[in-house]
Nanobody, 124 residues
Framework: QRQLVESGGGSVQAGGSLRLACTAS????????RGWFRQAPGKEREGVAV????????YYADSVKGRIAISQDRAQNTIYLALNSLKPEDTAMYYC?????????????????WGQGTQVTVSS
């Protein structure tokens, strides 16, 4: 059974940093494309970063570009999301996604496997 487990969320003040992790299990060779999404209360889920695990190519949403970085440890089947210069509007549940089926990178409907999420809360 394929599973994604996130960790690293928490509460920080504006300007602070967090590093999220997502470990995949149940894959024979590991997911080939993985992403991070977030969803704030009352808002739609939005993609923030994607990594193609084979090439290491990364893609970022314009709303967070320059403040976040996605990386991976292929041996551990783990991806990371470094969040820097956090703002109150970054407060959301952050989800890890895998099993990309094609289409737009930041469309949640194009990923088939999801983690349970980890909460990030930024206070002003």
């Amino acid at each position: 059974q394929r599973q994604l487990v996130e960790s690293g969320g928490g509460s920080v003040q504006a300007g602070g940093s967090l590093r999220l992790a997502c470990t995949a299990s149940g894959y024979t060779a590991g997911p080939n494309t993985r992403g991070w999404f977030r969803q704030a209360p009352g808002k739609e889920r939005e993609g923030v970063a994607v990594i193609r695990t084979g090439s290491g190519d990364t893609y970022y949403a314009d709303s967070v570009k320059g403040r976040i970085a996605i990386s991976q440890d292929r041996a551990q089947n783990t991806i990371y999301l470094a969040l820097n210069s956090l703002k109150p509007e970054d407060t959301a549940m952050y989800y890890c996604a895998a099993d990309f089926v094609g289409g737009r990178w930041f469309s949640s409907e194009n990923f088939r496997t999801w983690g349970q999420g980890t909460q990030v809360t930024v206070s002003s």
